[in-house]
């Protein structure tokens, strides 16, 4: 039977394996969904993986603290991390799918490895290549696979989206490549969602 893993926000829980997105208006919208998942992880035992460029690492654990979680000793066990895009997915100069699978498998890979955390969940946002139409193919390529990743691990995906300043076409993008999405304080299975073999075979 699958594993069903409190995501800490709405009081729902989801399979492990799951990918989900968020959408949400500007940083008071991330920090309601961001918070709690990882405040959740933390009490929990899981490692806690964050790539985030709209706010910093210090600030992070700092509003982890407020919600009761002792985030500073939790960094200091490596039971969370949080990044930058800059560091996490450009690390070669350039966006690639490989390098980004790479770095969430190495995460994962190493929190196996520490023989402390039996499950592992990861948040990132959108990274500044969705401004760029042959950033936004090389992007949604990725998040496409990472369906393919995720579902066998013992894992929870949940991707960030601001809806502000983002454009249909990246909105779109976002529900063809996740089988779930939160939006308006509701988490809904995603009607829109397609199959990553079939996504890929549609954007070449």
Not at 56 to 70: I, N
Not at 109 to 123: C, I, N, P, Y
Not at 152 to 161: A, G, K, S, T
Not at 177 to 187: C, F, R, S
């Amino acid at each position: 039977m699958t594993e069903s893993v409190p995501l800490g926000i709405l009081d729902r829980s989801v399979p492990s394996g799951s990918h989900i997105c968020a959408f949400y208006s500007g940083s008071a919208g991330r920090d309601e969904v961001v918070l709690p998942f990882l405040a959740e992880g933390l009490r929990t035992g899981h490692k806690c993986l964050a790539v985030l460029d709209s706010t910093s690492p210090g600030e992070v654990l700092a509003k982890l603290h407020d919600r009761g979680v002792d985030a500073d000793q939790a960094a200091q066990a490596g039971q969370i991390e949080v990044e930058t895009p800059a560091n996490a997915y450009f690390r070669s100069g350039t966006f690639s799918t490989d390098d980004i699978l790479t770095f969430w498998g190495q995460g994962i890979s190493k929190a196996k490895d520490s023989g402390m955390f039996a499950f592992l969940r990861a948040t990132g946002e959108m990274p500044s290549v969705l401004n760029h139409p042959d950033g936004r193919t090389e992007f949604f390529r990725f998040e496409a696979m990472l369906n393919q990743f995720s579902s066998p691990l013992p894992l929870v995906v949940l991707c960030l989206y601001d809806l502000d300043g983002m454009g249909a076409e990246v909105l779109m993008q976002a529900l063809r490549t996740h089988p779930a999405v939160i939006v308006d304080g509701t988490i809904h299975e995603n009607p829109y969602y397609i199959e990553p073999s079939r996504f890929l075979a549609r954007i070449g």
